[in-house]
């Protein structure tokens, strides 16, 4: 079977709706929606075809990764088995009714099912993919489980409980903890009010973290620096969540990983950024920017504009901040 034209305006439309679908912000929409290109794909060859070279350009745009694709294009085979159920090798049959030992025959089946599958992938062009299902299928199948993870498994599900509408009231203890770090005058009371602001900040959400920190800045006890350094405790763990459950930061780890092991490099040994190799280099800023965007992004849901805007197009200066700006100890004595 040979790979059928396809139409390019039908082929960027499901590319639309693959992007659409991988975007989602939940695994379980993003799984409904692929779920839904398949179905529609399984209607006919031309269908399959047609969502096969919306994936491939979507690889070849960036937009999905060589995992991510290999995943789709595995969804996309799995349907067509579907449409062809029926059409099995009847010698297999014969084997069952024959009393063939039933282990022999689950093998001869998987075994089937991956020449199949490897023939599917070349009729698309899909050569080295095609050899790794072939004469690597442990790899293969552990490619494709990593794309589904970044694709689906990795983001929360529509059903996590969300933050309340309403913004959180202030405890004035916490509020409080925050006033009393800002007032310390000597090394003691500082490490004193510190800890006991952490306790405090731990017992809280971040919401309500959050909101008690612009309390005491918009009456003056904090300044706008010091109010960031604060504000970076609760967020951090928002920021890490998101950064985990991103498809496009995920991706890059992979992408740094891979090229890290191919290439022996250590990212903790110390070497300056520059004296690192390009291709490296470029991975790593793309990463940085992706950090940047989602604590930005963390920011701006708490209506810290300013801080979002600084970290997203100064981020050396956010982190200049975020490393100098001392809370409290305007003079050391003891």
Not at 107 to 118: C, M, V
Not at 121 to 136: F, I, K, P, S
Request: negative net charge; hydrophobic residues 40%; proline residues 4%.
């Amino acid at each position: 079977m040979t790979m059928s034209a396809v139409d390019p305006k039908w082929m960027a439309k499901v590319a639309r709706k693959l992007t659409a679908a991988i975007n989602a912000r939940y695994g379980d929409v993003t799984d409904a929606r692929i779920d839904r290109i398949c179905l529609w794909a399984m209607r006919s060859a031309r269908n399959i075809d047609t969502a096969f070279a919306a994936v491939q350009m979507l690889r070849d745009l960036e937009t999905v990764d060589r995992a991510e694709a290999a995943y789709l294009f595995g969804e996309l085979f799995d349907y067509r088995l579907d449409r062809e159920s029926g059409t099995g090798d009847p010698s297999l049959a014969r084997a069952l009714e024959e009393g063939t030992e039933y282990e022999l025959i689950v093998a001869a089946i998987g075994d089937q099912r991956l020449a199949r599958q490897a023939a599917f992938l070349r009729e698309h062009g899909e050569d080295e993919l095609a050899d790794m299902v072939l004469n690597e299928p442990d790899a293969y199948e552990s490619l494709c489980t990593g794309g589904q993870m970044s694709l689906i498994e990795d983001k929360p599900s529509s059903d996590s409980p969300t933050e309340p509408a309403n913004p959180p009231s202030v405890p004035p203890a916490l509020a409080e903890r925050v006033l009393a770090l800002s007032a310390t005058e000597t090394i003691k009371e500082w490490v004193q009010a510190w800890y006991a602001l952490c306790d405090a900040l731990r017992d809280a959400d971040a919401s309500t973290a959050v909101a008690a920190i612009q309390s005491v800045r918009a009456v003056g006890g904090i300044s706008f620096e010091q109010s960031l350094v604060l504000m970076d405790m609760p967020i951090r763990s928002l920021v890490e969540d998101a950064l985990e459950a991103d498809r496009e930061y995920c991706r890059l780890e992979r992408a740094m990983d891979g090229y890290a092991a191919e290439h022996g490099i250590d990212e903790k040994d110390g070497a300056a950024r520059e004296t690192r190799p390009l291709a490296w280099q470029v991975l790593h800023d793309r990463r940085e920017r992706r950090i940047h965007g989602i604590t930005a992004m963390t920011l701006r849901q708490f209506g810290e504009h300013r801080q979002a805007n600084l970290v997203s197009m100064k981020p050396e200066e956010y982190y200049r901040i975020l490393d100098e700006t001392e809370v409290g100890v305007t003079k050391v004595t003891e």
